[in-house]
């Protein structure tokens, strides 16, 4: 538990925080070691199993998932940014936006998810499968509940006594990691990975959409904080800001100007993303239909002519699915034949 005679102690002895310093000052969060540790054994795993079985994984994927998703949870947590986040509130913010926003999109384009369900044995497999269709989270996922949750749980922190009681209470502070890192996965990893918790509706132009859509929400906190009146936790930073400190005012508005900052930042790769994802599986139809093409419109065998004269009767024809099948697809093509 962290108490304010350690706080006290701690603020006095820390030097003055610059460029060099915050970068290379650094401390051990070891609830938040053990949990990059777990998550990264366990994609680790999944890609030596997938490899171990001939299948191919992309190192795309894990560069992502290792460098962007747990490199930041390992930046938020033991950085400069943990090491001064008591005594100045700038630090915190950004510390919490990367849980909120930039881990979660790094593990997302990780595609963990698909991983467990290739690298698993078939029961276990099909459990995670039932699982990630389930009632429950099918409703935390379902994209406009998911938003609300994200702007909820920042709305949370800040103007709830949380954030206060978290940087007292070390447990608490831990717990609030998870929190906003949780918060944040719940709508970046289905959107990104997991289609089959989406609702059919959720079409990757509706995806991006609703990707454009969170870029704006997820800026309302950092507007919010950096135009708020009132200081945030600011019994705590007036009482434990050192003497080289800025005014805590504007330290709570470098904070807030910083959230604004990185969130639409994020949402700029995020965006890029779906497109990607949306451009792949258009180019995945149409090769698939293309291929329905080609074998279904192959002339049929010939029938046998019996001997004699008279006129050859031409080959029959299979007759093309679109005339024969009930289907969106279908309709276009014969409306553009015709």
């Known amino acids: 538990m962290v108490g304010y005679p350690w706080s006290d102690l701690a603020a006095a002895s820390l030097p003055e925080l610059t460029t060099g310093r915050l970068l290379s000052s650094w401390q051990l969060d070891v609830p938040a070691l053990l949990l990059v540790l777990v998550l990264g054994s366990l994609y680790g795993w999944g890609v030596l199993r997938l490899r171990r079985r001939g299948?191919?994984?992309?190192?795309?994927?894990?560069a992502a998932f290792t460098l962007l998703g747990l490199g930041a949870l390992v930046v938020a947590t033991m950085s400069g940014l943990a090491v001064y986040d008591h005594v100045l509130f700038w630090p915190a913010a950004v510390q919490n936006i990367l849980l909120d926003l930039v881990a979660p999109l790094g593990l997302a384009l990780g595609d963990p998810?698909?991983?467990?369900?290739?690298?698993?044995p078939e029961r276990a497999s099909g459990r995670l499968r039932r699982t990630m269709t389930g009632r429950l989270v099918r409703v935390l996922t379902f994209p406009l509940v998911s938003t609300a949750l994200v702007l909820a749980t920042e709305l949370t922190v800040y103007f709830t006594p949380y954030f206060a009681t978290a940087l007292r209470v070390g447990w608490l502070h831990e717990l609030m990691y998870l929190h906003l890192l949780a918060a944040g996965s719940l709508f970046v990893v289905p959107v990104l990975t997991h289609e089959q918790a989406l609702p059919a509706w959720c079409t990757h132009p509706v995806r991006a959409a609703l990707v454009f859509l969170d870029g704006i929400v997820d800026a309302v906190p950092g507007v919010v904080v950096m135009t708020h009146g009132t200081l945030i936790a600011g019994a705590w930073y007036l009482h434990h800001a050192p003497s080289w400190a800025p005014d805590v005012h504007q330290d709570q508005q470098l904070g807030g100007g910083a959230m604004l900052g990185i969130a639409e930042l994020v949402a700029l790769p995020f965006l890029l993303a779906i497109l990607v994802q949306w451009a792949r599986h258009e180019r995945l139809q149409s090769a698939a239909l293309d291929r329905r093409l080609e074998?279904?419109?192959?002339?049929?065998?010939?029938?046998?002519?019996?001997?004699g004269p008279g006129p050859l009767e031409a080959p029959d024809l299979v007759r093309p699915w679109w005339e024969t099948e009930q289907s969106d697809v279908a309709d276009r093509i014969r409306r553009q034949r015709r």
């Not at 074998?295 to 001997?307: G, H, I, M, W, Y």
């Open 55 to 62: 299948e191919p994984w992309s190192p795309a994927r894990t």
């Open 113 to 120: 998810l698909r991983l467990a369900v290739r690298a698993l």
């Open 295 to 307: 074998t279904e419109l192959v002339p049929a065998a010939p029938r046998p002519q019996s001997p």
